[in-house]
DNA sequence: TTATTATGCATAAGAAAATTATGTATATAT
DNA sequence: ATATATACATAATTTTCTTATGCATAATAA
């Protein structure tokens, strides 16, 4: 499947949401995860997932815990204090943009509920 | 106002849908419609839209129109039939974006609604 | 009257965030 | 043996934007 450009710069929040949802999870497991979840619709590439991840880390959002299970390494990543305070933020960006462009989009509906 | 990174990539879509709604538009007048609606929450800067409309023109998704209003130009933008088509997919992948969005930050609420 | 704001277009340089294409390595199923 | 799944990583390129300019006319404020 070929993303929509539509899901150009939510990465980060789906990543940062599914962290404070799930406590901690390793690259693999989110792209799974997601692809599940959207029932194949979105696929998450490694070549978006792991620079938005080690940018997040740098950033002091996320904190890394390195293990090896099955002879296979992963890296866990968990929400930082920091991390969770701007989770909020992110959400709450994410439901603001949402209703704006179902406002542009739909005039005519209520744009309220769903959040 | 410093527009959010999850607007990249829902220009073209918000510009499709405004002139099926109206018709024909100008640049400028697309700015202000947005910022209007939106409660001045998102600003579409010139630098973004311009290109943009130029590229959906030679796509063959738009026509231009040129005129002169009080001494002043302007371009007026409209659909073109393949443009018309173009927006029906366009807003089933924006609708089919924000189940997916709500769906994976919001796993508890209803995702139906809205559109 | 002069400066600022609003209207209206345009493009160039740079940044951000992705895609696409690789690369390494282990485990499992055919 | 070969392909698929698991698990990480990065480099080159593309897409899409921001920021900074530039030009020009009209209306408004100082």
Redesign the interface.
Known sequence: MKN???????LT??IM??LE?NGRMYGYEITQK?KK??NG??NITEGALYPALHKLEAEGLLDVEVAKVDNRMRKYYKLTESGKKETVNR?E??E???R????????K?NPD???
Do not use: A, D, R
Not at 4 to 10: D, I, Q, V
Not at 100 to 107: A, D, E, H, R, S
């Open positions: 929509s450009p539509l899901y150009k710069g939510s929040t789906i949401k599914l949802e997601v979840t959207t619709e979105l959400l960006e994410l603001e943009f949402i704006n462009m179902q406002t542009l989009v739909n005039p509906t509920l769903q959040f």
